[in-house]
């Protein structure tokens, strides 16, 4: 499951992550949600999904709490919308946060369990079969049930229109240079296009490469 940066969003840190989903073996997208994807291309399809965007928001304000940062919800009409929520509402964000603080935020992109998260999200749980895996999924599932009410209020609505507008101004320019850049990356890497359109979320922030990716072999991976 590749998680576009749509901020600060770099074309050649895009182009460097196509080439590293084209190298990879069996690279297939797995239509998993019923809803449809904002946006189609020939290589591509762009979704603004909420339960990736609520793991995504859990992720950054766990960090943020970790390193004693500025959390979401604690300036500005987030902060106010947060204060109108119910005692139980606003206590099962904190929870999550905590949670997320704890077991989730310390640990890079590829590894366990953030990728088990992002494992079960793109559809892929029966994969995690282990018994601590699946529990461990299941309380953290029943955490970001905790934070959905908060995240769904107060910061849902914004997050998705932000998405929407990233996928519009994205579609755009691959519209004028995706052929041309993936037949490029054809030629480098000796290898055609598999999969398509590939499955791409797109959320708030992302690690260092741009995207978080789950490549699978040999049944083939989401962006």
């Not at 929407?164 to 290898?191: G, N, V």
């Not at 922030?205 to 699978?216: E, H, L, Y």
């Amino acid at each position: 499951m590749r998680i576009l940066e749509k901020r600060s969003f770099h074309i050649a840190r895009f182009i460097f992550t196509l080439g590293l989903l084209l190298f990879a073996p069996n690279v297939v997208a797995r239509q998993v949600h019923e809803r449809a994807p904002v946006a189609t291309t020939p290589h591509f399809a762009l979704y603004s999904d909420f339960a990736t965007n609520l793991n995504d928001a859990l992720i950054v304000a766990g960090t943020a709490r970790k390193f004693d940062r500025p959390e979401l919800f604690h300036s500005g009409e987030e902060a106010i919308c947060l204060g109108e929520m119910p005692p139980s509402a606003r206590s099962g964000w904190s929870l999550a946060v905590d949670f997320f603080e704890e077991f989730i935020a310390p640990v890079e992109f590829n590894q366990y369990p953030k990728y088990f998260l992002r494992m079960h999200l793109a559809g892929y749980g029966e994969e995690v079969n282990d018994a601590p895996s699946n529990q461990f999924i299941e309380i953290a599932k029943g955490f970001q049930s905790a934070a959905t009410p908060t995240y769904r209020a107060c910061r849902w609505i914004s997050q998705d229109k932000e998405n929407r507008h990233w996928i519009k101004e994205i579609t755009a320019l691959l519209a004028i240079h995706e052929q041309q850049i993936a037949r490029r990356l054809e030629q480098l890497y000796q290898k055609p296009w598999d999969g398509l359109p590939i499955r791409t979320d797109v959320v708030d922030t992302v690690s260092w490469s741009g995207a978080d990716s789950i490549i699978r072999e040999p049944a083939g991976g989401t962006c």
